[in-house]
């Protein structure tokens, strides 16, 4: 993953070299910080940032759980990622913007008129789980670890401090030789993964965690239902049960990051035959042509970095033509 050189940090552009962060902030000994993840994609009009409004509106409210105050309203965000994406070059596809509690005298852990900062990061993460595993599959483990509930701190909110729980399922993934984690909550039914949601397909319906079940409010998640719809399909956000995961026709993960990914094994037993189903199958296509705003229905979700919002329903004629 290559960092971009430039970055935004508390209202100006400088080079990542250049910041410096106090070692007493309350953002690095105790993740008082929420951050988000962001995608670029290409679009027949040039680099879009998908859903970018959304994901800022998920970051300034991940903040009002912290009492963290973000200085800058989500215009002042909206443009600051334009322009580190502007002055990233074309390398990079992935942002991530990050508000933090800086230094904290006596090394308090209230947070209560500790100074905060924003920064905003690019990188280059090409697939996030991976290329084979988007085509054929992923494996999984259920983590030993137990989701943290919606009672010991909030699952919407994008919390530095929350990830621990997930870091620590994600290594347990990486060292049972697998791809990635799926978190059981306090309820004993199944929350997501340690960066994704979770769908399972059952009788041709699309079934996927309520809130209540101590999940993100994932942006994938709502892109991916809003499209099953589109398509017909049935979708129900409801409490999944473990056994639910041996007997689905279909599981596949969702996130900005891992974009959509299917389930191949969990624990090493096959899901169904082992080989990504046609729903999973019909959502990754659907997915891919929306994010490189190919699909007119959903171009509301597409935010040229160069703005050309004129050209895109040109471009979109002469795509449907074509195809
Ligand atoms: C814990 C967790 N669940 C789910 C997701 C997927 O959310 P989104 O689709 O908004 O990226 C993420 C990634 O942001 C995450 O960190």
């Known amino acids: ?59 300034i409210d991940s903040a009002k759980y912290l009492r963290l105050n973000i200085e800058y309203d989500i215009d002042d965000l909206y443009e600051a990622v334009k322009l580190v994406v502007r002055a990233n070059g074309p390398n990079a596809d992935y942002i991530r913007p990050i508000a933090f509690y800086g230094e904290t005298p006596n090394l308090s852990m209230n947070p209560l008129n500790i100074p905060s900062h924003v920064a905003i990061i690019t990188v280059h993460m090409g697939s996030y789980i991976g290329n084979r595993q988007v085509q054929d599959g992923m494996d999984v483990i259920i983590s030993s670890w137990e989701k943290s509930s919606n009672r010991t701190t909030s699952s919407m909110a994008k919390i530095c401090g929350n990830y621990i729980n997930l870091a620590l399922a994600k290594l347990e993934a990486t060292q049972a030789g697998v791809d990635e984690a799926i978190m059981i909550n306090c309820n004993g039914t ?48 409801r409490p999944i049960i473990r056994g639910e ?79």
């Open 1 to 59: 993953m290559i960092t971009g050189d430039k970055v935004w940090f508390d209202g100006s552009l400088a080079t990542s070299k250049s910041i410096s962060v106090s070692l007493m902030s309350h953002g690095l000994h105790y993740g008082g910080g929420v951050f988000e993840g962001i995608r670029i994609y290409d679009t027949p009009r040039g680099r879009s940032i998908f859903r970018l409004r959304d994901h800022l509106c998920r970051f």
């Open 190 to 237: 199944v929350a997501e993964g340690t960066g994704e949601n979770l769908f399972i397909v059952r009788n041709g319906n699309v079934i996927t965690p309520d809130l209540a079940s101590g999940i993100l409010e994932g942006i994938t998640r709502d892109t991916v239902m809003r499209l099953a719809k589109a398509s017909d399909y049935i979708v129900e956000e």
């Open 245 to 323: 995961l041996m007997v689905a026709d279909e599981i596949f993960m969702t996130g900005t990051a891992a974009e959509i990914v299917p389930v191949r094994t969990i624990n090493n037993v096959l899901v169904a035959d082992g080989a990504p189903g046609p729903v999973t199958r019909h959502m990754q296509k659907l997915f891919h042509d929306v994010v490189r705003g190919r699909d007119a229905r959903f171009i509301e979700w597409i935010d040229l970095i160069d703005d050309k919002s004129a050209e895109i329903s040109d471009s979109l004629e002469t795509f449907e033509t074509e195809s």
